[in-house]
């Protein structure tokens, strides 16, 4: 059912999740130059602080080590042989983090890296492994930032160790950790009934109880030109989550301090319950 009518009681279920996985596209966290978005960050990290002081326990998956990279070197253009986007992310993945640090420092708040492949996920071991260590960082208080090792995973090469995209890897990292809500944070503030680029009519849907080919035919494009994910992921992705029993919203996420009003109930982006 998709339900274009704002209901506050359709959306009591977010105020009561306690662990929360939030994830941010590189549109959100950088400029079309590539260059950091150190405004966005910084709000950020002192919403996610502010979570974590009220008693929730908050990840954040974050997208932008080529973009930023490309940022970093300025270059012309994002690198079109995998080799050279494997290099350009090992810079941004650096220059990333010690933007995150910086801003979550500023609220007195710690954050640790964890990079991820999918296989990675697939591996039993591994698997436990990486579930201690978010635990053990929750458990500190301590807010884990994940992302793909894009220097050592591709996205244009089939291989079983590639999600392709950090929507991918955010409901994967919610399912993962048991997570009671999973939010998306995009360059578009919601699921439309239609492509709001191209259709001036178009309206923003707010509750989402099942997720139709439709929804995923009107969701079909591709992302930012930095980024690699578009709405088509992230359907799928919150497909993912509610199937195991997490709530989700996807929102625009050049405000991140949203993030607030979203745990508060109120009409921003789309909701999609959980099954």
């Known amino acids: ?4 009518s704002y209901d506050v009681s359709l959306r009591s279920p977010i105020k009561m999740a306690r662990r929360i996985v939030i994830k941010v596209g590189t549109s959100t966290i950088t400029y079309p130059t590539g260059r950091i978005n150190y405004s966005n960050i910084d709000r950020l ?13 908050v990840l954040l998956v974050t997208s932008g080590a080529i973009g930023v990279g490309i940022g970093c070197l300025n270059l012309p253009e994002r690198p079109k042989e995998v080799r050279e986007k494997q290099a350009v992310a090992a810079v941004g993945q650096c220059e990333l983090m010690n ?41 500190k208080h301590i807010v ?3 992302n793909e090792n894009d220097s050592v995973s591709t996205t244009e090469i089939y291989h079983n160790g590639t999600f392709g995209d950090n929507d991918t890897l955010s409901a994967n990292v ?37 997720i139709t080919d439709e929804m995923l035919d009107i969701a079909e494009g591709a992302g930012s030109k930095l980024g690699t994910g578009g709405m088509h992921t992230k359907i799928t992705a919150m497909q993912t989550a509610t199937a195991s029993g997490i709530n989700g919203v996807i929102a625009e996420g050049s405000t991140p301090h949203l993030i607030s009003q979203i745990l508060a109930g109120e009409d921003i982006g789309t909701f999609f319950a959980a099954k």
């Open 99 to 139: 933007a995150y640090m910086r801003s979550f420092a500023e609220y007195a708040c710690v954050c640790g890296q964890i990079l991820l492949t999918k296989d990675d996920l697939i591996d039993k071991l591994t698997r436990s492994n990486i579930t201690n260590t978010i635990e053990a960082l929750l458990e």
């Open 174 to 210: 919610a399912c993962l950790i048991n997570a009671d809500l999973l939010i998306i944070l995009s360059d578009i503030d919601g699921l439309y009934d239609s492509n709001p680029q191209t259709n001036p009519d178009a309206k923003r849907i707010c509750f989402v109880d099942e």
């Open 144 to 146: 884990p930032v994940i």
């Open 1 to 4: 059912m998709a339900n274009y």
């Open 45 to 57: 990290a002192r919403t996610i602080a502010d979570l974590m002081n009220s008693g929730k326990e």
